[in-house]
């Protein structure tokens, strides 16, 4: 049974940072994509960051510069590095794995649309607020 679990989300204040985590069980995401995205209450799922190799990643515009996407191969997990957050960071974050050598290689900094991906976690919460 693939799993894909979330974890390091909380409540910090503006400027502090958070780790997140998305850790598989059932598969081994060296084969995968990895993807954040992000919900804000109200709004609709944004992609985050998005991870194909140490030297493909994308960044949304909105988080370039303070969040840092990684690969932890030992532990099958990969990690969001979120520095200098924001109130607008505020939402429920999610990583989701797509199997790249079904879809194909993944363009060099673009993310992997939403509808490609094989597998999602159930969200962790991230709140950035005084």
């Known amino acids: 049974q693939v799993q894909l679990v979330e974890s390091g989300g909380g409540l910090v204040q503006p400027g502090g940072s958070l780790r997140l985590s998305c850790t598989a069980s059932?598969?081994?995401?060296?084969?995968?994509?990895v993807g954040w995205f992000r919900q804000a209450p109200g709004k609709e799922r944004e992609g985050v960051s998005y991870i194909a190799s140490s030297t493909n990643t994308y960044y949304a515009e909105s988080v370039k510069g303070r969040f840092t996407i990684s690969r932890d191969f030992a532990k099958n997990t990969v990690t969001l590095q979120m520095n200098s957050l924001k109130p607008e960071d505020t939402g429920v974050y999610y990583c989701a794995a797509v199997f790249l050598p079904r879809r194909g290689s993944t363009e060099k900094g673009k993310m992997v649309p939403a509808n490609e991906y094989d597998y999602w976690g159930q969200g962790t919460q991230v709140s950035v607020s005084s």
């Open positions: 059932g598969l081994t995401l060296d084969a995968y994509g």
